[in-house]
């Protein structure tokens, strides 16, 4: 029902930026909340941030200062602005959607593919 493809990922310097971008395309009835999660080599996946159709947000802690999420509610796409960036931001950044699709009554968490982000020198 619901599709999500994201963009920017790459390799940068520390103290580099990125921009990250997440489009939601497909039968889509609405949006609750959209947001950016990521997974480093043996960790967990972890919230890095996330915005409510309310235009509420929250971040993670670590990132807090450093990068913001916005939204674009016509376009049906997030984005995660990454700012001053550290080696332990390196992980795959995966873009989420809870999202009510059109043949579905309820929404549900839709996930995209990933997107790689390495912070090096």
């Known amino acids: 029902q619901v599709q999500l493809v994201e963009s920017g990922g790459g390799l940068v310097q520390p103290g580099g930026s990125l921009r990250l971008s997440c489009a939601a395309s497909?039968?889509?009835?609405?949006?609750?909340?959209m947001g950016w999660y990521r997974q480093a080599p043996g960790k967990q996946r972890e919230l890095v941030a996330r915005i409510t159709s309310g235009g509420s947000t929250n971040y993670a802690d670590s990132v807090k200062g450093r990068f913001t999420i916005s939204r674009d509610n016509a376009k049906n796409t997030v984005y995660l602005q990454m700012n001053s960036l550290k080696p332990e931001d390196t992980a795959v950044y995966y873009c989420n959607a809870f999202a009510t699709g059109s043949r579905l009554s309820i929404p549900y968490d839709y996930w995209g593919q990933g997107t790689q982000v390495t912070v090096s020198s």
């Open positions: 497909g039968s889509i009835f609405s949006i609750n909340a």
